[in-house]
């Protein structure tokens, strides 16, 4: 694969996390009662900034979860990947979860993500925030906060790249 485009810069990520975070605030007026749920690997780091985001803008610690969705998804054969725990840090009910995830393609990974959420629990309300929407949608899923929409060939892959994991933070757009 070779990089087609640099959609953002690690500036323009943060800036674009910084506009998700006011969103979640006014969509839900306030961060009383949120629980932020990053889905392994990327949405994990993804969370935490939105969490420091919370804070600094609202006074408020959020707390942050992971969910690995590995037994959840429907889109795997054998042999499935090793699942990783994955860690609720609240009780769930009488909480919004937010769930947090780097890319949305076809919606399968936020399907399996809402199955998980409600193994541990059932929330108030699921909401699903994500930092690139690619489209090809194959499920009736729709985030309800989008960093940046990237219209894309389905050979195409978008590469969320976070410092915690990467060493480096951008996004960029890879064609075979």
Known sequence: MTVKAQIMDEAQLRRCLARMTHEIIEKNRGVEDLC???????GIPLARMLAENLLRFEGTEVPVGRIDITRYRDDLTA??????????????????AVIVDD?????????????AILAHGRPRAIQ???????????????????????????DEIISVLLEEVDGR?????LSP
């Open 79 to 96: 042999p499935r990947p090793e699942a990783v725990e994955s860690c609720i840090p609240c009780a769930l009910e009488r909480r919004t």
């Open 128 to 154: 699903l925030a994500v930092l690139v929407d690619r489209g090809h949608r194959e499920l009736p899923i729709r985030p309800d906060y989008v960093g940046k929409n990237v219209p894309t060939a389905r």
């Open 103 to 115: 890319v949305i393609c076809t919606g399968r990974t936020a399907r399996a993500a809402i199955d």
């Open 169 to 173: 933070t951008g996004v960029q757009l």
């Open 36 to 42: 932020l749920i990053g889905v392994h690997r990327r």
